[in-house]
């Protein structure tokens, strides 16, 4: 098939064969997606015209669609050729994502269009406990609690902790940590964590652990920030006192 525009200069006529692309599927539906996380989808793209492809970009109708990338070929798409590339959905709000692609090439824009649709999705994680009393604890001495992260959502991909991070300092008597098995005798066993990255499936949880060690008497009070997602927090409280 060709879409062929003949134009007329004086006597003569030039004739001007626009590529065509076929897409498979013509429809990419991504489903529910976490913020700022990533999924790939495949896309088969043949040429169905009689002259040979460069894609050089990858946009909407608007030109400033940023959740949806694509991966080009550095190749030319050759005629009747069908190439594999990948398409990623990346949403940076919550909601609907739904809108048409097109590809531009060396020779100006594909005119047929590729429906993507996906949804942005807060993170719905339980935090157990939400707040933490480690009570009284001697001066010097450590004193664990084991926190819960549920993931109660239910969809086909886990999401990732890029930024689990804690904003808890060094020095602050309320750390998270973990166990280090290399610790020597009348060590400290738990050593500060000062990242934590991971992943949740669905219908799964993982635990980490605080830590309160006071370095002096009295009570102390801190917060502890999980980030999962550019735009999601979670808070955890936390009190110890610190006694002889």
Do not use: W
């Not at 790939?40 to 169905?48: A, F, G, R, W």
């Not at 040979?52 to 400033?64: A, Q, R, Y």
């Not at 009284?136 to 549920?150: E, M, P, Y």
């Amino acid at each position: 098939a060709l879409m062929i525009t003949t134009l007329s200069c004086g006597n003569e006529k030039l004739t001007i064969v626009k590529p065509k692309l076929k897409f498979y599927p013509s429809t990419l539906d991504f489903g529910g997606v976490i913020i700022g996380n990533s999924f790939p989808k495949e896309l088969q793209i043949t040429n169905e015209g009689s002259v040979p492809v460069k894609l050089t970009s990858f946009i909407d109708n608007s030109g400033e669609n940023k959740e949806y990338t694509a991966i080009l070929p550095e190749e030319e798409i050759q005629p009747t050729k069908t190439y594999k590339i990948q398409v990623i959905y990346k949403p940076t709000n919550e909601g609907i994502d739904n809108t048409d692609m097109a590809f531009k090439t060396s020779k100006g824009k594909i005119d047929q269009m590729l429906k993507v649709k996906g949804k942005g999705l807060k993170p719905n994680v339980s935090v157990n406990p939400s707040t933490v009393d480690f009570g009284d604890v001697t001066v010097f001495q450590t004193k664990t609690v084991t926190i819960t992260l549920s993931n109660v959502l239910e969809f086909e991909t886990p999401f990732e902790f890029s930024n689990l991070v804690h904003e808890l300092k060094e020095e602050e008597p309320f750390q998270l940590v973990k166990f280090n098995d290399n610790a020597k005798e009348g060590e400290n066993p738990y050593e500060p964590v000062p990242i934590i990255k991971g992943v949740i499936p669905p219908k799964s949880e993982i635990m980490v652990t605080l830590s309160f060690t006071p370095q002096d008497l009295g009570e102390r009070k801190a917060e502890v920030d999980f980030k999962l997602c550019p735009t999601c927090l979670e808070s955890i409280s936390l009190t110890g006192n610190g006694i002889k």
